[in-house]
């Protein structure tokens, strides 16, 4: 005898809940919260932004992007503050365990690369981890630049 399994309807269905951009939300909130009472972690609010990387996408939108330059692997937030002798912070951002996902292969190369270019590259497992990571890596000197700034010939100046 066969046996007809019925699917639930789609109001019975456990919702798929996303702890990772719940968690990055709060501590993009906490940035605000820091800038707002100017401690010293503060300036990294205006210096972070966050890389689309995640979500699925369709085939013919996934590839427009990897043309346009898209690269898995690439690291949640970055900090473009020059502390402690490097250039910025990539922090890739994982939910707090054992709600957060394996770190992939790509994403671990792109630590390793961003490292070897002079950044600081760091895994954040949860918001307060992540945090953490935030107010050791701001209350480290500034990076000072020796020597005159070299510019470029080329580009549309800007600052006018």
């Not at 066969?2 to 909130?29: F, Y």
């Not at 800038?35 to 972070?48: H, L």
């Not at 994982?94 to 770190?103: C, G, L, R, W, Y």
């Amino acid at each position: 005898m066969t046996t007809i399994t019925q699917r639930k309807p789609a109001s019975a269905r456990r919702k798929h809940v996303d702890h990772e951009g719940t968690e990055q939300t709060a501590l993009i909130m906490w940035l605000y919260g820091e800038k707002q009472r100017q401690s010293v972690i503060g300036p990294a609010y205006a210096c972070t932004y966050a890389v689309p990387n995640g979500g699925s996408r369709h085939r013919v939108e996934a590839t427009k992007f990897k043309r346009q330059g898209v690269r898995a692997g690439v690291s949640d937030l970055v900090i473009a503050c020059a502390r402690g002798g490097h250039h910025g912070l990539y922090l890739e951002f994982k939910a707090t365990p054992p709600k957060h996902a394996a770190t992939s292969e790509g994403q671990k190369e792109w630590l390793a690369t961003v490292e070897e270019q002079g950044y600081c590259a760091v895994l954040a497992r949860g918001l307060e981890e992540a945090k953490a990571v935030i107010r050791e890596y701001m209350n480290m000197p500034a990076t000072a630049v020796h020597g005159p700034r070299q510019s470029l010939t080329h580009g549309t100046e800007w600052r006018s």
